[in-house]
């Protein structure tokens, strides 16, 4: 899945690359490592997973910010705006992608972790997300393409504990079992951000014309903002 994550970010080439809810930040490191000429910018609303991504890659910088809040990051600045399995802000990652910037999106398909989901009574999909998805995104982004993969994996209890953790069953505590075997079963998108938004003439819909005018590329000074570097 990382493989088809870079790839995906590579084949529409980029300068700086955005991963939105980054996590640990191993997928943009996979996206770094495959294009040697670009850097990375990590967000996650977690100061945890905004630490641990700061190491994952020296060409990346990681930040601790709200993707509802919107990205501390000025507009235009992103050539690829990457956002895996969280949450997504289409505004905002319209007005960060520069003029023919690209937005990739990965999500669960409907069997994503099905057996999983059944064996610990968690949560199940949302079976209107990809209709909620594309009506978040029209009038911002065109689909480019789509492409599905699927496979199975043998997790250990451990694995398991930490795809339930991931999820959004991860405060209800679920005690694992033992080793299960997993389906994956996700979709990657890759969007081109229209040269407008929906309004036709440039103004950000949804949002107040000029309200990221100000911020800083980086702003450590931001309320709720914290600047990470590798090492520290
Ligand atoms: C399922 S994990 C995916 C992490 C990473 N993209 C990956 O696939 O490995 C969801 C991530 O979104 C982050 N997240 C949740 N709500 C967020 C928000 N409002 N703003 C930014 N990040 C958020 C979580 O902290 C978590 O790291």
């Not at 690829?80 to 289409?90: E, G, K, T």
């Not at 960060?96 to 990965?106: D, I, R, S, T």
Request: a negative charge; hydrophobic letters at 45%; charged letters at 20%.
């Amino acid at each position: 899945m990382i493989a088809l994550v870079a790839r995906a970010v590579a084949a529409v080439g980029a300068g700086v690359v955005v991963d939105a809810g980054a996590g640990t930040g191993q997928y943009l490191a996979a996206v770094l490592d495959a294009i040697p000429t670009a850097v990375g910018i990590a967000t996650d609303v977690s100061v945890a997973a905004a630490k641990r991504a700061a190491n994952a890659h020296p060409r990346l910088a990681s930040l601790a910010a709200d993707t509802w809040k919107g990205l501390p990051i000025t507009d235009g600045a992103a050539d690829v705006v990457l956002c895996v399995f969280a949450p997504r802000n289409p505004a905002d990652f319209f007005r960060v992608l520069a003029p023919g910037g690209h937005l990739v999106v990965v999500t669960p398909e409907p069997d994503h972790l099905r057996s999983l989901r059944a064996a610990y009574g968690l949560l199940d999909l949302d079976p209107d997300k990809d209709t909620r998805l594309e009506q978040s995104l029209t009038g911002l982004f065109e689909l480019v393409s789509s492409d599905r993969l699927t496979w199975p994996v043998e997790a250990t209890a451990e694995q398991v504990a930490d795809v339930i953790a991931m999820g959004p069953n991860a405060f209800h505590g679920t005690p694992v079992t033992g080793p299960e075997r997993l389906e994956i079963d996700v979709r990657c998108r890759t969007y081109r951000r229209l040269e407008h938004g929906a309004n036709g003439d440039g103004d950000l819909p949804q949002r107040e014309a000029g309200k990221h005018e100000s911020r800083a590329d980086v702003d450590p000074a931001s309320p709720g903002v914290v600047e990470l570097r590798p090492g520290r």
